[in-house]
């Protein structure tokens, strides 16, 4: 059973950057495609990121976010740059998805989550 455990979330002024951390155990990481993901008020699920040896980002995040992984601490991360309002929500990373990586409905093991809170 793999545990993940998001952190570095927080309140940040818009234009402001965060760096969130996704620390894994209990399982092969090195194995499972990552990704993060995030739900804001009242909303769906948004696909943020995936990395699975290729990186993939949602439409509303690219190049503004980076993706990254390190096997050897089984952490994964998420470096986010000019951030906006919009922005604001729970942050969650998930593992080993069974079908579509865009899909939160598909992703086996999720973490607690982390507040992201972006003042204009």
């Known amino acids: 059973q793999v545990q993940l455990v998001e952190s570095g979330g927080g309140l940040v002024q818009a234009g402001g950057s965060l760096r969130l951390s996704c620390a894994a155990s209990?399982?092969?990481?090195?194995?499972?495609?990552m990704g993060w993901f995030r739900q804001a008020p009242g909303k769906e699920y948004e696909f943020v990121a995936v990395?699975?040896?290729?990186?993939y980002y949602g439409d509303s995040v690219k190049g503004r976010f980076t993706v990254s992984r390190d096997d050897d601490k089984a952490t994964m991360y998420l470096q986010m740059n000019s951030l906006n309002p919009d922005d604001t929500a729970v942050y969650y990373c998930?593992?080993?998805?069974?079908?579509?990586?865009?899909?939160?409905?598909?992703?086996?093991?999720w973490g607690q989550g982390t507040t992201v809170t972006v003042s204009s």
């Open positions: 209990g399982g092969s990481f090195r194995d499972y495609p």
């Open positions: 998930a593992a080993d998805p069974e079908g579509s990586w865009k899909s939160a409905g598909d992703y086996r093991y």
């Open positions: 990395i699975n040896g290729n990186k």
